[in-house]
Nanobody
């Protein structure tokens, strides 16, 4: 079956960096766009970043643009989220997700994504 397994979360100081990884298995990785979402306590899950099948096109939430970078390695079935200049408001559980929709008009809607990981906690201290 399809599995998405996130790793790399943890505690980091404001201004620091963290790199999240997501290992995919059980699907043809190269025909899935990948996304990262996050959910803070008491808040709804929100879009963070997405990348298309080939890795050429990316999309970001305004709140992370210029600080976070999404990338993928199709040879390894991996997707990454490099988080720089982190802020306390970046604290959340981060989820990796996969969609057959190749960065269409609704890439930022969680219901467009077919598969989800279990999440990894990121905590940014001030």
């Amino acid at each position: 079956q399809v599995q998405l397994v996130e790793s790399g979360g943890g505690l980091v100081q404001a201004g620091g960096s963290l790199r999240l990884s997501c290992a995919a298995s059980g699907l043809t990785f190269t025909i899935y766009a990948m996304g990262w979402f996050r959910q803070a306590p008491g808040k709804e899950r929100e879009f963070v970043a997405a990348i298309n099948w080939s890795g050429i096109n990316t999309r970001y939430a305004d709140s992370v643009k210029g600080r976070f970078t999404i990338s993928r390695d199709n040879a390894k079935d991996m997707v990454y989220l490099q988080m720089n200049s982190v802020k306390p408001e970046d604290t959340a559980v981060y989820y990796c997700a996969a969609t057959r929709d190749n960065l269409g008009a609704h890439y930022y809607y969680s219901n467009q994504y077919n598969y989800w990981g279990q999440g990894t906690q990121v905590t940014v201290s001030s």
